[in-house]
């Protein structure tokens, strides 16, 4: 009996052991999978990033190439080209994962800071300030979501304006303007810069100011604009989009302590329609759509309208009167500013990076693109 006993026990023991093992194994093989995966995981980020990484610097490599062949921008270059980005990303080897990149021009865009007459920073610049009231009503017109709201372009502008002028006092801009004492009593409180936007999301925090009209709402029906003309989307687009807080020059005095400015002016080369409808003094949606479809215009895969090289340009547009004007301060044919966005994929994972960098030549006279934003997203 007692034999029976000893061999019953050691049974238990036996399978008891076992037991342990086993689930030891399970879990030491869950552990090793897990750091298997997480090294893998951590492996694909890292060749992400770096092949990223490559798209920008291939993107900044077309925009100096581009600078040393002329000083003009469109958006008939090649940067500006996806067929022809495709082309220059096939001359890279690469055994697995794919790159896409693409460049807009951030001076096509509205610049926020040169609403404000920099580096004085205390008065509107005129022309800016009635490029911005034509902007804002157009896009508040346009946008059923704000029907029903106190917002409008006077409120904007006026606000914008008293975030960005150099000093803080009773002298509001207008009756809609906001100083501190305003945003003090706001829950919660904070204060304004007082000075330049650094990044656009600031935007979001200026008096008038409503997601609705920041981030793009639907479209209103039967106006006068074409359907498409916020580019072909059911939204009116947004304050955000179409305008940038880059831009920035060395000015040519020193004014308390600020040695930099804001010119302003807009490639009228690659500006979307609703920022080429606001620098147009008759606000005539058809001008500006006749401007833009001249400068897009393609036969057989070719531009039509290439000389592009004048600001004037606009003036051999066929559906243009000949005696409209757009202020010269408001216009150019250049830029040193751009936008680049770099996608890499690798399996099932993607990364994109979103690149602002400035063209510039370094001491040596050597053009170099130079990174003033570097954002995953």
Not at 60 to 72: E, F, G, Y
Not at 108 to 125: E, M, S, T, W, Y
Not at 269 to 285: K, M, R
Request: charged content about 25%.
């Amino acid at each position: 009996m007692q034999l029976n006993n000893n061999r019953g026990m050691a049974l238990l023991i036996t399978l008891t052991v076992m037991t342990l093992l086993i689930a030891g194994a399970l879990e030491m093989n869950r552990r090793v999978r897990t750091a298997v995966e997480a090294t893998a995981a951590s492996r694909d980020r890292q060749t992400l990033t770096q092949m990223a990484y490559a798209g920008v610097h291939v993107a900044m490599a077309m925009l100096i190439k581009d600078k040393k062949q002329s000083p003009v921008d469109s958006i008939q270059e090649d940067w500006a080209d996806p067929e022809k980005i495709a082309e220059v990303l096939q001359e890279i080897p690469m055994d697995k994962g794919r790159i896409t990149f693409s460049i807009t021009d951030e001076m096509g865009k509205i610049q926020v800071n040169a609403l404000v007459d920099f580096p004085k920073g205390r008065h509107f610049k005129e022309p800016q300030k009635i490029m911005w009231d034509r902007f804002t009503r157009n896009l508040i017109e346009q946008n059923e979501d704000l029907e029903d709201t106190e917002t409008d372009a006077a409120t904007i502008v006026n606000s914008v304006k008293d975030w960005l002028d150099s000093e803080d006092d009773d002298a509001t801009t207008g009756l809609s303007g906001a100083e501190a004492d305003y945003y003090e009593g706001l829950e919660p409180p904070y204060a304004p810069a007082n000075g330049p936007f650094r990044h656009i999301d600031e935007l979001m925090q200026v008096k008038g100011m409503i997601p609705a009209l920041f981030g793009g709402a639907k479209q209103k029906e039967n106006t006068d604009f074409p359907s498409d003309f916020f580019g072909g989307m059911p939204d009116t687009g947004s304050l955000d989009k179409y305008m940038t807080v880059y831009g920035m020059s060395r000015s040519a005095a020193k004014v308390n302590d600020r040695t930099f400015t804001f010119e302003g002016k807009i490639n009228i080369n690659t500006a979307e329609l609703p920022v080429l409808l606001a620098i147009i003094p008759s606000e005539n949606a058809d001008y500006a759509r006749a401007i833009y479809d001249y400068r897009n215009e393609k036969e057989d895969g070719e531009f039509v309208n290439t000389n592009l090289a004048s600001p004037a340009w606009y003036k051999n547009v066929p559906d243009i009167p000949g005696d409209l004007n757009i202020d010269p301060n408001l216009i150019t044919v250049s830029s040193d500013y751009f936008r680049i966005t770099a996608t890499a994929g690798l399996h099932d994972k993607e990364m994109k990076l979103n690149v602002v960098v400035h063209r510039e030549q370094n001491k040596k006279g050597k053009w170099i693109c130079r990174v003033l934003s570097w954002q995953p997203e």
